[in-house]
Each structure stands twice: as C-alpha cells, then as structure tokens.
C-alpha cells in the first residue's frame, strides 16, 4: 500500500469535505503573496506537491471522467503526463535540473492481490483494480520501474544526479496487516519496503528495529533520504487514509539509517521532506499519543517542536527549502479544518493572512516551498467548495525570508 507524503492533504478531504477557517487577514494593504490557481485537467479537482526553482509545479489533477492524471504546471501552461495504461496517475516531485519526473501510475495489469496500492480509490478517484508502479518520466515518456519481487511500487522524489526514492512490495505476506478485506478499506497484502533507484536498478533500504513496512519520501542532492518506517498501512474507512509510522527516518547515501526521534510518542513519527543542508521535516506524536505537532530535525540541534497555529491542535511540517523556510498544515482539534502554515525566521504564520484579502481560494497546506520562497499545495475553491492546487508568489519577487511576518 502505497503511503502518499499526507495523507490528511490528500483525497480524504474530498471524503470529508471539511470547512474552512476563514482568515482574519492582517496588513491587508500589502499582501506577502499573490495566488494562481494552477487549475485542472477538465474535472474538479487538482492537487500539487513540489515546486522547483524555476517555478513548475507537480502533481495530480482530474479529468472530465474523473480520473486523475499526472500533471506538471508552469504558469498558465498544463502538460498531461499520462499513465503506464491505466486510469490514474500522479507525479509527487517537481522536474529535476535534467527535467525528470517521478510518481505513481496505474498500469493496464490486474492486481493479483486486489490492492489498492498507490490510493487512488481512498482518494477519490475510480477504482482500477489494477497494478500501480512507480515512473520515471523524460523527454514525453513515462517509463515503470521495478518492484522488490511484488507486484506494486511507487517513487515520491529523485535528485538533480537522477537517484530515486521510494517504496516497494516484496512477495512476502504482511503479517502486521489486519485480514484482508476490502469492504472495510484494507486492501494491503505483501511487505512494502522503502527502495532507491538508482539508473535503473532497485535498492531496498533498511527498516528501524524490524519494522516491516516503510517508505523513502524525499532526498537530497547528497543523496540523503527522509521518509519513515512502521507496521501495515491500511485505510479507515472513516478517516481515510491511515498508516501506523513507527520511526521517522534518515538514510545516508550508503544506506545506513537514523532514527529521528520524536516529541515524546511511540507513534507517528514520520518524515516528509530534506533540504540540501540535511535538514528534515515531518510529524511526531507528543507524550501520550493523542496530539502530533510537525518538526524540524537537524544533526545540530536534533528534532524541534514545529507547534500548530494558536487556534489549532494539529500540525505537519510538510516542505523545507534550503534557507530552512518550512511550509505545512494546522488542523483543529477536530481534524477537519487545515490551514496552510509558514515558518520564516522562527515565526509560523497563517499563509492565508499574507494574501489578498478577496483571493477566492482558501490555502488548505503548504506541500512545496522553492528557493525563490514559492509555496504550492492544496487550496479550497471558496465558492464552490472545490479542492485545487495553487501556487503563492512572494510580491515583487521578494524573498519571504527577506520580510517580517508580523
């Protein structure tokens, strides 16, 4: 089962269809950023996880028949990138410096196994049935890649030197997994290792303590690799998508592994992005296992508390850029109202305070942040209620770590 890098910024909020805090806009004469709204593919609903420097954005958008396809955004123009045959794809990293994409997609294979792996059924989308792979796509073409002896695998980020993370099925039985059974969302049925690619050929990376699930969700020039380890990941069909991350992780580029830590809980931990200066986000439970908070976690200072927005109970800290700007999202005590963040200069702000006061979107997460301090991720469509993906451009082309957020 293919754990995407939020679950809670994914298509259970098509499930839920959670409200959104409207903003007490502050300063609003001089907004921090302007607001596109990238769009779809002729459906309702888009998503975007990362952006590169130069401002093109990837990730996943519906079609009329509502199916979601693999999508890179540059401004106004929209390239469909496709799938391996079947219905539903999604690209989770943005062009590398060679102009490579990687992500999800479902092939024209049947699942022997009837997983739902990458989730795009618990997501929303229509149900496949079929195989999922991960894709490197270049130059137009989508092209698969392996799996560890299964049937499925996912990639959710390469490198400027074309190395690539993510996770894999072996074609060992999961013994941590709740009987299979579809009617109640649990659909995982073999082992799902965390993997790297590297010209072609797959590498399994180590779990922590025997754990026997994980994933590899980011990694860095240096080839460093951020992502998590835990027990079987399975989807509730009340909340959606759920995973039991134990340990949140960073491998070295020879494979050697870190446990991160935690803010205090045996569970949850897990991490979802790494800068260049080897500096790690993500999400950890506080002591006693009912509140997580985001983090920030470097060899220096090890993992800090990244705490919600001030009427929040909830927060994930989701991207990093190489200044150490952190983008995520707050989330009351109820689980269903998000609010995208920002972190600049030690100060976590209300991204929806720091655009236009009549913008008509509703900034949800803050998935990606650039060197430019471009921020993309997920936004609700206030007048209608649709979820889109937008990209927030600092005004006049400024730096957010060159003004005060007040």
């Known amino acids: 089962m293919r754990f995407r890098s939020l679950v809670i910024s994914l298509g259970i909020l098509g499930l839920l269809a959670p409200p959104a805090r409207l903003a007490a806009q502050k300063d609003l004469h001089s907004p921090r950023y302007t607001v596109i709204d990238l769009g779809t593919l002729g459906g309702t609903y888009s998503q975007s996880f990362s952006v590169n420097s130069q401002g093109v954005v990837g990730g996943q958008a519906s079609l009329a028949d509502g199916s979601w396809h693999a999508i890179l955004w540059r401004g106004a123009f929209k390239r469909d990138l496709g799938t391996l045959g079947g219905l539903n794809s999604s690209a989770f990293d943005s062009p590398n410096a060679s102009g490579q994409v990687v992500g999800d997609a479902e092939t024209s294979d049947s699942d022997p196994n009837g997983e739902d792996f990458c989730g795009f059924y618990a997501s929303g989308a229509p149900l496949s049935g079929s195989t999922c792979l991960g894709f490197l796509w270049e130059h137009g073409s989508m092209t698969p890649l392996s799996t560890l002896g299964g049937y499925n695998s996912a990639a959710s980020a390469n490198n400027n030197s074309g190395v690539i993370t993510g996770n894999a099925e072996n074609a060992a039985t999961d013994t941590t997994c709740p009987p299979y059974d579809p009617a109640k969302g649990q659909y995982q049925v073999l082992e799902d290792k965390p993997v790297v690619w590297k010209n072609g050929h797959i590498e399994e990376l180590p779990t922590y303590g025997g754990d026997p699930d994980g994933y590899g969700i980011a990694i860095n020039d240096s080839g460093q690799v951020a992502g998590g380890s835990g027990t079987c990941l399975t989807i509730d069909p009340i909340i959606g998508l759920y995973f039991a991350p134990v340990h949140a992780l960073l491998w070295q580029k020879d494979g050697t592994v870190t446990n991160l830590g935690s803010l205090g809980g045996a569970f949850g931990n897990q991490a979802h992005n790494i800068n260049n200066r080897g500096q790690v986000v993500g999400s950890s439970d506080l002591a006693g296992d ?23 109970t909830y927060s994930v800290a989701l991207a990093i850029n190489d200044a150490g700007e952190v983008g995520g999202v707050s989330l009351d005590a109820t689980g269903t109202i998000l609010t995208a963040f920002v972190v600049v200069n030690g100060v976590t702000t209300n991204l929806n305070n720091l655009i236009p006061a009549d913008s008509p979107l509703q900034l949800l997460t803050a998935c990606g942040i650039n060197s430019r301090g471009e921020i993309t991720g997920f936004a609700m469509e206030k007048s209608t209620g649709e979820y889109r993906s937008y990209l927030a451009i600092p005004v006049g082309g400024g730096y957010p770590g060159r003004v005060s957020l007040r």
Do not use: K, M, N, R
């Open 290 to 312: 009912a509140v997580f908070h985001g983090f920030v976690w470097s060899q220096s200072t090890g993992i800090q508390d990244v705490p919600p927005l001030p009427e929040d």
